[in-house]
């Protein structure tokens, strides 16, 4: 059965990118469209930085007017084709031309425009999707204004939750400001007396799916639903947990170009690259010295409490340790700082760099990820990828794929704590320090680690069986 299917999302690599969810939308569409039936296509804003980098490649296709409100916005439309897949970008200065991309006072307005442009560019694009695929609150309501207003007959929806924690709450005066909705349908977009698009988007969804199976399962507990729990009582034969899989092509050691040496399984060219970014960092050069690397957005999710408390404990022992990271200033305060005290065991680089990211990745023994909730994650998946050891705590997706090490049976793939508690994360590191120090231990978990896939495979199939199963009930409708 050909489907066509419309990716609804605020990031997608190469274009734009802050997290997993970039990684994700820029790799499924790729591994789905090799199917010759099926044709999955993306829409995005079109921010500054995309228009600086992608400019000479645009299209221009058309021009339409949106309606926020009582206000009327033009927006361009344009498209281009990449690696497989149809893009497109919906442009408007006053929402999207602007550094970086999230951070500003009116966001939930900015993707109120987006998901409005994205129903409205529905009646003028050539391409009429089966289904419309929304990823995560900057979506939520382009799935919900496709039930409402039906833009293409039998269009069916899916509803990606990458985060549940980021939910686009937008105060009820947004309500009259922001649509022109009949009032029956404002119950179905707020939530608690305010405009939640998240929300939306997993109440209007025919299907509604997380990212690993884990995950599906916490979000219906008060501890990981972020007040939204009880949503799925309702839904729960429609959530599905898939986990995400990684862009084996892209992160690919073997042919990384931005990494020192390009390797598949060798140790010595794992210790290469270990050695030229010691020296680039300004770290003492030593490839025996066991090197624990953190990349990561610096929030809370991402325990950085639990680092805070142990870290200069843990690195009293013969360790180096980096962390790449962006985020909250207490965190990045702390790094700045934890970094000055242990000049040569601890950097802290303060910024987003792919290339240097690629380079931890190679260069590193361990990753370490003790998060305090975890969708799916896509580092570790990455950092497996790198012949790198992750350390997590067995949480959503990290549950889901990084198995702990058993030193009896010589299973697993990584290191893992169950509670969220720092002496536990400590034990967790310093069992990872005493493993890498016997030899045999060593190598048979670098022989699991050398064995896991996480390529998209198994996971493009479950969704290709989640569309079918979508059309299926078009096609029995049309029967009936
Ligand atoms: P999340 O989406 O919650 O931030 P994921 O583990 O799913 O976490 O994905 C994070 C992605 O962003 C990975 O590709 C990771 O390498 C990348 N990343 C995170 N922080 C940085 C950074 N400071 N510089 C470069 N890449 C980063």
């Not at 999302?9 to 499924?28: N, Q, R």
Request: hydrophobic share 35%; aromatic share 14%; with cysteine.
């Amino acid at each position: 059965m050909g489907k066509k299917v419309l990716f609804v999302a605020s990031e997608c690599s190469p274009f734009v990118k802050t997290g997993g969810l970039a990684d994700v939308v820029g790799s499924l569409p790729q591994v789905l469209n090799k199917n010759e039936n099926t044709d999955v296509r993306v829409i995005l804003p079109l921010y500054e930085e995309i228009i600086t980098k992608w400019q000479g490649y645009l299209e221009w296709v058309t021009s339409i007017h949106v309606n926020v409100g009582w206000r009327s916005q033009e927006a361009n439309i344009y498209e281009l084709n990449h690696n497989g897949v149809h893009y497109y970008f919906i442009e408007n200065d006053y929402y999207f031309t602007r550094k970086g991309v999230y951070g500003y006072y009116d966001d939930g307005e900015r993707f109120v425009f987006f998901c409005q442009a994205v129903i409205e560019s529905l009646s003028v694009l050539d391409f009429k999707p089966d289904i419309l695929h929304g990823h995560d609150w900057q979506a939520g309501l382009a799935v919900a204004f496709a039930k409402i207003v039906e833009p293409v007959e039998n269009m069916k929806t899916v509803f990606t939750i990458h985060n549940i924690k980021y939910q686009g709450i937008i105060p009820k005066d947004g309500f009259d400001e922001l649509f022109n909705i009949p009032p029956e349908h404002i119950g179905g977009l707020e939530w608690n007396g305010l405009l939640n698009c998240m929300k939306s988007g997993i109440f209007h969804a025919d299907k509604i799916t997380t990212v690993s199976p884990t995950y599906a399962e916490e979000i219906k507990t008060i501890y990981y639903g972020e007040g939204l729990h009880s949503l799925f009582a309702d839904r729960q034969n429609d959530l599905v947990g898939i986990i995400n899989g990684v862009d084996v092509d892209d992160y690919n050691p073997k042919t990384d170009p931005h990494i020192h040496a390009n390797y598949i399984y060798s140790r010595a060219k794992k210790k290469e690259n270990k050695e030229n970014l010691q020296k680039k960092l300004g770290l003492p050069i030593d490839a025996e010295k066991p090197l624990y690397v953190m990349i990561t957005r610096l929030v809370e999710q991402k325990g950085l409490h639990l680092v805070q408390t142990i870290l200069d404990e843990f690195l009293q022992k013969d360790v180096q340790f980096i962390v790449l990271g962006t985020g909250d200033f207490e965190f990045e305060n702390f790094c700045y700082h934890a970094a000055e005290r242990n000049k040569d065991k601890l950097v802290s680089y303060l910024g987003f760099d792919e290339a240097l990211a690629r380079q931890l990745y190679a260069a590193g023994d361990f990753f370490v990820m003790p998060s305090q909730f975890e969708p799916c994650g896509l580092s570790q998946l990455i950092a497996l990828q790198y012949k790198t050891v992750p350390i997590v705590r067995e949480t959503g997706g990290l549950k889901d794929t990084v198995t702990p090490f058993n030193e009896v049976d010589g299973t697993g793939n990584g290191f893992s704590f169950e509670n969220y508690n720092a002496h536990e994360f400590l034990n967790a590191l310093t069992y990872s320090f005493e493993i890498y120090h016997d030899p045999d231990k060593w190598s048979t978990l670098l022989k699991n680690v050398n064995k896991s896939n996480f390529s998209w495979k198994e996971s493009a199939n479950a969704y290709t069986g989640l569309y079918e199963s979508l059309l299926e009930t078009v096609v029995n409708k049309g029967q009936a």
